[in-house]
């Protein structure tokens, strides 16, 4: 196969896009084709204060690797989840890219905030039913909007690509989950309530062009998976997705994009409003939340010191 | 000889002769999933397999709440 703008050999076909690159031309294309949906979706501007969330893997070094090419202003930031082995090396990858390009990085450790790692929280909380993928997420995402709030930053972006995007997109579908299904979107807007805008540049791109970038551009991400990820439904939708698309190329790309229609032409338009008109402050963070006195985070994370109180007390008796 | 195909620890050998795809439908990998490399090199999946080749897939799918 070879490449359509310059007739050399290809290093990636695109069949979605019916288009086959060489690993210069693709190297060109990801942040063309970034800008463009940074701009399409009204992500940020040119002046805006960018805190990335950086996790070591893929994307998001992709992602911090292309909006620097870009010419953004970006601050990492690493949260340390304390998943053993997974997590230390994870983090030498966000440093060490962040060191070699001369970016700042900012780390926040969960144990050294909360008092527990992210595998000791889920063994005291009844959330997630003893697998650590709900308390983390929730702590991610709340760590994420704490971080950007004290910084003072206009918007937060993640490296979540377009099979990320489907992957819950299909699950939320499953379950008519229209509350989440309202929310889902490249960019989630700020609330008055103390929410940052959060923005998705890559929601476009499929995993493995976010791949081949990092790999042609020589970019050392963290490879291995979290132990955890094994079995996740995230994982299960995003194989049934691809199946699917290897007999109808583009079907992926074309479910996210008539969804972001229809969301547009003003389905979920009614949720969208009912959750906002729910919104309150969580009377002990301050992080808009829709239950009414503390948000999902403080509840989770007063109930694992609570009983991690208890558990030691009964440990010395 | 034969044709190496290896995913993370995983090893497959398969007959020269087919494409890369062709190959990878056969052992019963998602060409969605993957990235064929060769030295190194990306290269595309409708590359006709020769003896002695040994192609390097790249895992793409990642996974967990996100
Ligand atoms: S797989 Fe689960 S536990 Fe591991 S980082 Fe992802 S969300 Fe957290
Ligand atoms: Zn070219
Ligand atoms: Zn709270």
């Known amino acids: ?317 | 000889m034969a044709v190496r195909l290896t995913l993370r620890d995983k090893e497959f050998t398969v007959n020269p002769g087919t494409t890369i795809r062709q190959a990878l439908k056969l052992v019963g990998i998602q060409p969605e999933s993957v990235i064929p490399t060769r030295d190194g090199e990306l290269i595309t999946d409708d590359e006709i397999l020769k003896d002695g080749d040994h192609i390097r897939l790249i895992a793409v799918i990642s996974g967990g709440s996100l």
Request: with cysteine.
């Open chain 1, 1 to 317: 196969m070879r490449c359509r703008k310059c007739g050399e050999k290809a290093a990636i076909n695109m069949r979605q896009h019916k288009l086959a690159l060489c690993g210069t031309h693709f190297l060109d294309w990801i942040p063309e084709q970034t800008q463009r949906f940074i701009e399409k979706y009204r992500m940020f501007g040119e002046d805006s204060r960018i805190l990335l969330a950086v996790s070591g893997g893929k994307d998001s070094l992709a992602l911090w690797d292309v909006l620097q090419r870009l010419g953004y202003q970006t601050t990492g930031l690493y949260i340390g989840l304390g998943i053993n082995e997974y997590s230390m090396r994870s983090q030498e990858m966000a440093e060490k890219f962040a060191t070699e390009n001369d970016l700042n990085l900012t780390v926040v450790d969960v144990a050294d905030e909360e008092g527990a790692t992210i595998p000791e929280a889920s063994k005291l909380t009844e959330r997630g039913k003893g697998k650590p993928c709900s308390v983390c997420g929730l702590t991610k995402r709340h760590m994420m909007n704490r971080v950007a709030r004290e910084g003072g930053y206009d918007v937060v972006t993640t490296g979540h690509n377009l099979d990320d995007e489907v992957a819950v997109l299909f699950g939320n579908t499953l379950n008519w989950a229209v509350g989440y299904l309202a929310r889902q979107g490249p960019v989630l807007e700020e609330t008055a309530a103390g929410l940052v805008r959060k923005a998705k540049p890559f929601c476009r791109f499929y995993e493995r062009e976010t791949a081949a970038y990092t790999l042609l551009r020589g970019i050392n991400y963290i490879y291995e998976e979290c132990p955890y990820a094994e079995g996740a439904t995230s994982i299960y939708h995003k194989e049934l997705l691809n199946q699917m698309e290897e007999v109808r190329p583009g079907l992926k790309l074309s479910f996210y994009l008539s969804f972001l229609r229809a969301k547009e032409s003003g389905l979920f338009v009614q949720e969208s409003t009912l959750a906002k008109s729910k919104l309150a402050q969580c009377r002990t963070c301050g992080q808009p939340t829709t239950a009414p006195d503390q948000c999902a985070y403080c509840r989770t994370w007063d109930g694992v010191r609570k009983r991690r109180v208890t558990t030691r007390e009964g440990e010395t008796r």
